[in-house]
């Protein structure tokens, strides 16, 4: 390939010993292989030295804006004309066959991951940076989930859209709904709160089949308060409109769907499990402005005909306003933010990154007292009793009988089973309803970095402008348009912190309740047993 | 050597495949080889096969009795006279070092252990066969302690010395206090009941030195109720006084000390332990109608003369009334003894085996939960504690100080961290107290199958002179002699059962009260957590 050259947008320490190069913020360098993969290219600077170093750190130099993708919604019809008629054809199939599409993952997480490593830059998909969180829950548990992503931060906000949003190439949209964001004196801003807050409920997973009994699937009742008319989805379903959720909104945080699992899917106890995390996912969407009013949202709940359903799915798939686009819809506050609140953003991002590591921490202890509930202390406590209870049945045999002391010992015995048993019926559910709760936020605390980095770039692009473009008028808009984009930011970081205030705030409260009776139960227990001690 | 015939005494399984050779009770065997060890034999049956049996299963045919041992006081007594210039020199040096003595186990239990595994039988050294149990305790967790020693069984009784006392060769004792068994009608006898009970504190264990600091060891403060005078005495002292009265009484289950220890003598913990330990040997002594009337034990008490004491303890060891000899002294009820009531022994061994086993388990479990609550336990809820914390402090990095979600959080993470506390401060206690108590039953019943043993033998020393001897004066004299030892071996037995059904219930009883209170305190705790929040 020829070479070109691009300009380096942030300082890279390259790995010393490896093939990797430094570079340095403003450094011009010749590329010379752009397919080395993984995200990296190589290049030559200015001294002849020659090494790897990250795409996302540099950018191409050209002498207008770059060539920048049509948005999605163009290539998408384009597609979608073509394919409608084989699409008609698959859509059963592709709803259906749960082992290839909706479970093994052939879903968003793989999809996103790949866009986001992707070596070209032109690739007509744009998504939302968030969607691949649900997949890195169970790879690295020990820090946050947010370093791995730093990397990428540029070439997101490329690919994100946003660039061309702020340079205001992007069509403005002639109609759909306005997203608001309101001035808020102590944070900034807002989003414009529900007018009509629902509830919806996640109840009766059943196993249905289909195709006579050749594919079976687990379907979900969801009844929203609003409407009190129960829709039946499946997990596949819930996937597909997470999708549409991360392709829509790059500056909000979709919550993450629980796990895909192949094996153990029809299992009582993980079916359950499920309904109750699906539950958690519905409950931060209901209460969140902006995703809890968006329309493929309301499809999904409400849509009963199967018609429809498809009508709505298509058009879903069509959305104009996604990514970038939906920042076109926003609607800010007039006043320019200073750049003393800008900087807060700053502090927030290291916030959020800490409570990354520390929600991910607290929901692995979780799930590891849920795990040692069924397990270890179960097991611990079967023990005491069974000892106590050998012991007292061998008391037992000394021919008097009744014998009053080998009764006591064998009751000490029960009881101590019997409150191995509460850790497994009771205890384990308070740790795992806390750390269902933590997922949902873990999404969410490894969501927001992306978000705030968005913002960051486009504060970027708009002092890069600042140097580049004389025209007054344009100057101004870019500004304004970085302006709303902070605005709705710093909404998205309000809303969360409400909410961690207030939601998780109340399942750790819960479980402090809960714990209580717990305790108080194996207490009850005892004194039950001392109570036939004479 | 020249062979020799051996009746078998009883049967005895050989492992197939192996060099061991499976023989009949009543058989004739001729031994070709004593010096095999480990207490075997090698022998030709009258088919003309060879192989290995326990010597313990056979008994050399003799016309005349078998020539016994003297008594062990006449040997003793010789010896002491040989070695007392010596021994005097010796005394402090003995009792001093801590290194070669005491600790490290040149005491009671090797010596007892290597006398039960000798192949001599003309060994001098008589001894209580119970005195080997405290050795065994960490080596096989698995089943009871007595399996191993049935081996040995006969041995063990010739031993004893009391197949002389059945035959009635030792001589009547002159002087001396008489032990009374009295008959009881629901469990057919009963010790002469402690006309004075009285309780023993041990108290304030200290560590002193000696030799102007060169030697240091830990003295326990012993306080008896009957005379209220504080005796100072090292656990070397209680070593000595353990062997003495293992010594004396082979139909008595002695209660075991604790373990030697070599490393960490000095810490706090262990010292303090180790009293606790001592102060449960020394109450179920002082509740044992025979132990606690014994001179060595009331020497031990009370003595608080350096002179008195050298005296009262050569005087214990030249004690004639020891092992068989300590029968002489049973003043049982004249009442012949039922075969049906004799039969009662061997339910009773199939439930002390059992017992024994039960104990053990318990007691494991009890010093595994005991372990657990300083260790597992508490790092489970410490780490639940820090994960709480840290996410509480985390959030409060938002700015908004003071942070209420961020206080409670962190009021969550303290509260956990001080329930970790409470298993290592607490419910430690509790199992380590029930782990001492059952420590002391599970000495009691590896030593009483023993007890039960030598009863058994001498029953069939009494039917086997039923066959040989045509006196009917002298086999009358047998028949009371065995009545007297069955009557005090039930006596023992109901002993134990008696302490089973107050003392081993009671510190159950303590166990269940001592956690409730514990959970309470947990329940108490995250209550006051919730109080705060809001």
Known sequence: MSTFKVLALYDFDGEPGSSEMSIKAE?????????????????????????????????????????MPAPVYNQELDDNKQKSTEEEADWDDEWDNDDTYSEIGQGTNN?????????EPNQNYVHGSNSNNTADIHVDNKGGTVSKKSLNRFSNYVKSGLESYMLGTLNQPTHGKKIHVYRDEQCLAVWEPLSNPYTVQVTSPKK???????????????????????????????????????DKF??????????KQISGRYEEQFIEHRRVQL?????????????SQC??????????????WKQGKRQAEKDPFVGANFCMSLESPEKELLQSDKDKIDDNLNYIVKMDQNVKKLMQTCQDQWNKCSNMYKREFHRIGESFFALGSSLDLDGKIPSEVATEVQQLGTVYMQIGRLYEDQARDHWQALSDKLYIYKGITSSIPDVLHLQKSSETKKRDCEKTIQNPLQLNDIRK????????????LNHFQMEKNTDLRLSMKTLLVDQIKFYKNIVGQLEDTLSRFN
């Not at 590329?31 to 795409?55: A, C, H, M, Y």
């Not at 379903?237 to 999708?243: G, I, N, P, S």
């Not at 348009?481 to 998205?492: K, N, P, Q």
Request: with cysteine.
């Open 27 to 67: 450094e011009i360098l010749t590329i010379t292989r752009t397919d080395v993969g993984e995200g990296w290219w190589e290049g030559l600077n200015s001294k002849g030295q020659s090494g790897l170093f990250p795409q996302a750190y540099v950018q191409r130099m050209k002498e207008s804006p770059p060539a």
């Open 279 to 291: 539950q958690e996912f519905v409950n931060y969407v209901c209460r969140h402005p902006v995703l």
């Open 250 to 259: 790059n500056i909000v945080a979709v919550p993450p769907l629980p796990d």
């Open 295 to 308: 329309e493929v949202w309301y499809h999904f709940l409400t849509c009963t005909d199967e018609k429809q």
């Open 111 to 119: 999809r996103a991951r790949e866009s986001v490593y992707a070596n």
């Open 208 to 246: 249905a089949t289909k195709m006579g009994g050749l594919k079976s699937f687990i379907a979900y009742s969801l009844t929203p308060s609003f409407s009190n008319i129960e829709v039946s989805r499946r997990y596949k379903h819930f996937d597909w409109l997470h999708d549409r959720m991360c």
């Open 481 to 492: 348009r970085g302006d709303c984009l902070t605005y709705a930011v710093f909404a998205e």
